[in-house]
């Protein structure tokens, strides 16, 4: 479950926690086989030679078996073999022999949850995890935390333990994709119930229509969500969410019938709710598509009205006013719209185009040079300021040369 990396880190702190008993090897007994394999195990250890080490503290304990930290040194060998079963008696005895290797408890503890033996495991892992002495023992400690919590179906404190970790390490591949898993886990479980407590209501309904819609599957999403008007017609958002699936098939097939039941849905949507900027936002994005544009920027304008920091309605709304030749308009649409992402590729070739056409050379430099910069990177668009899911911007084929 650790990565490789981690475990080597780990590795190296705990043999040198351990190596400070290491010279009672050799103060209490002087025959130089018992130093040469002391010193030629911590070496084949340190190296990564698991199975030379293993060999050498096995000869040692023949010798000598009353020795806490040799115990101690062979679990950390077996468990870096991934050989928790072995490690696990091996660190019980030098715990037994020696209870004050702090060291040894918590590797017991993660050798326990990855037999599966939860329980025994989680007072040890509940110890380390906040006490850790270094990250990289943290870091092995909360993956085992999380992982005997969610072995012993306490789901809810494997979630406070990701929430915890992805604190730690918000940029750790391992962590996102562990904490991901037990998230997921979280929420099937919580689904699961919802159908097994309420398998009639609005609410799992409401749940089926959103996961489908998710998995791209249109038709069982747009069933699901009729369900849910069908037990409450006044729903809000639900209308929406119907126009947003119909348009991912449209995406998909092109077929008019699909963007025009979406335009209903949209109307009616407003019919509930008439603020619903999303709503507006759509509506307005299918008439500049079909070049319908006074009243797309009639729509954008309002959605901007309703809700100032919608920054897609805003580039939106600088896109259909430079099609309609009134780039001095679209200017503060597209300056506002850059100071609510600056990571919006279109937004800047928008901007470019605006200071172009303006005559403003300088200005329109500086906007191809950060679209370029963005668009070299592969630059992920976070519309933070964006509510909810909405049809993104796009620059059309051909328009960038």
């Known amino acids: 479950m650790i990565h490789k990396n981690r475990r080597l880190v780990f590795q190296s702190a705990l043999v040198l926690a351990l190596s400070a008993g290491a010279g009672a090897w050799s103060q209490g007994h002087q025959e130089e086989t018992l130093q040469r394999l002391a010193q030629a195990g911590q070496q084949a250890l340190i190296t990564g030679h698991y199975e030379e080490a293993e060999t050498d503290f096995k000869k040692l304990l023949q010798i000598d078996p009353g020795i806490a930290e040799m115990h101690a040194t062979l679990g950390l060998v077996y468990f870096q073999e991934k050989k928790f079963d072995q490690a696990v ?23 326990l949850s990855e037999v599966g033996e939860y329980m025994e495991a989680l007072p040890g ?8 002495p270094d990250p990289a023992t943290k870091h092995m400690c909360g993956l085992q935390l999380m992982r005997t919590y969610t072995g012993l179906q306490r789901d809810k404190d494997a979630v406070t333990v990701a929430l915890e970790l992805n604190q730690l390490y918000p940029n750790d591949p391992e962590i996102l994709y562990q904490t991901g898993r037990v998230y997921g886990n979280y929420a099937f ?10 398998p009639t209501s609005v609410w799992r309904h409401q749940a089926a229509a ?9 038709d069982l999403a747009v069933g699901e969500y ?3 008007l069908e037990l409450d017609p006044h729903r809000p958002n639900v209308h929406y969410r119907i126009g947003r699936t119909l348009l991912a098939r449209w995406q998909l097939n092109h077929a008019p019938e699909d963007r025009a039941e979406a335009v209903k849905e949209f109307e009616q949507e407003l019919q509930l709710d008439p603020g619903n900027a999303n709503a ?4 307005a994005e299918i008439h500049r598509e079909q070049n319908e544009l006074d009243q797309a920027q009639q729509l954008f304008t309002s959605a901007l009205q309703y809700y100032p920091d919608f920054e897609e309605a805003q580039v939106g709304l600088a896109t259909t ?3 309609q030749q009134k780039p001095d308009l679209a200017l ?9 992402n600056a990571n919006d590729e279109v937004a800047w070739y928008r901007l470019a185009q605006v200071n172009r056409m303006l005559g403003n050379k300088g200005e329109q430099q500086k906007a191809l040079v950060e679209f370029q910069r963005l668009r070299s990177q592969i630059a992920l668009q976070q519309g933070t300021a964006t509510p909810g899911e909405v049809t993104k911007q796009v620059l059309q084929n051909g328009e960038v040369q």
Do not use: D
């Open 125 to 132: 892992l509940q110890k380390c995890f906040p006490q850790a």
């Open 226 to 228: 009729r369900k849910v």
């Open 210 to 218: 959103e996961a489908f819609e998710s998995q791209g599957s249109t």
């Open 280 to 283: 507006i936002y759509e509506l």
């Open 89 to 111: 008696p091996e660190l019980k005895h030098a715990l037994q022999l020696k209870p004050a290797l702090n060291r040894a408890s918590t590797l017991l503890a993660m050798s």
């Open 189 to 198: 479980l919580t689904f699961h119930k919802l159908e097994v407590v309420a």
């Open 332 to 340: 503060p649409h597209l300056e506002r719209a850059v100071a609510l």
């Open 321 to 323: 006013l430079i099609a």
